[in-house]
């Protein structure tokens, strides 16, 4: 994806003045992990996050993606997908269940026409249900899944100690959950 400018001189800016590791103890990196932590603070504030020291840097969603699934299945349970998931989310979980993980899921389809059933979404969540992954705002097709709904019936369900919402932009109140 081609990025725009200020993207642009934000890394040149930092290339060519701030080069180095991270919160290692040399004095240049010092600049580097104030640079780190003000963006961490800016995007928790966009994102609506209340403790920004929640919020990790990770390479691309795959990476994220990866982190969540394995951490979370980590000693096996059930997922809960919609039925327009990237590779990203499959993928990890495909490999949990071929590598002797006691992982496996459901995939909730829409309606005829194009809208989620509450019941759908309810029943296809078990008692070793761990996780939800639900593509928020499709990059695909646009459309913008009933997360409020979701967040509710995971509530319900009671399955989650700490229930999680993955997604990105402004439409997620992160602290609603
Ligand atoms: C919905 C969705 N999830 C995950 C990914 C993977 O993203 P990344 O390339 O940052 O790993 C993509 C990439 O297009 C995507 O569209």
């Known amino acids: 994806m081609p990025k725009p400018n200020f993207v642009l001189e934000a890394i040149t800016l930092l290339n060519e003045n701030r080069t180095g590791s991270p919160y290692r103890s040399a004095d240049q990196t010092i600049l580097i992990d104030n640079f780190v932590e003000t963006t961490r603070k800016s995007l928790a504030k966009f994102l609506n996050i209340k403790k920004s020291e929640n919020l990790a840097f990770t390479f691309n969603a795959t990476h994220g993606l990866n982190i969540i699934i394995k951490s979370v299945l980590k000693y096996g ?56 992954v639900w593509n928020h705002a499709s990059n695909v097709t646009g459309q913008i899944s009933p997360i409020d709904l979701i967040v509710r019936i995971a509530k319900d369900k009671k399955n989650f100690n700490t229930p999680r919402l993955f997604s990105n932009g402004r439409h997620v109140e992160y602290r609603r959950m």
Do not use: Q, W
């Not at 899921?105 to 029943?123: H, K, L, Q, R, Y």
């Open 77 to 132: 349970g059930h997922v809960v997908l919609s039925c327009f998931e990237h590779n990203a989310v499959l993928r990890p979980i495909h490999y949990m269940m071929h590598n002797g993980y006691d992982v496996n899921f459901s995939i909730i389809n829409p309606e005829a026409n194009g809208v989620f059933s509450s019941d759908a979404i309810t029943s296809a969540i078990r008692p070793y249900t761990k996780l939800i």
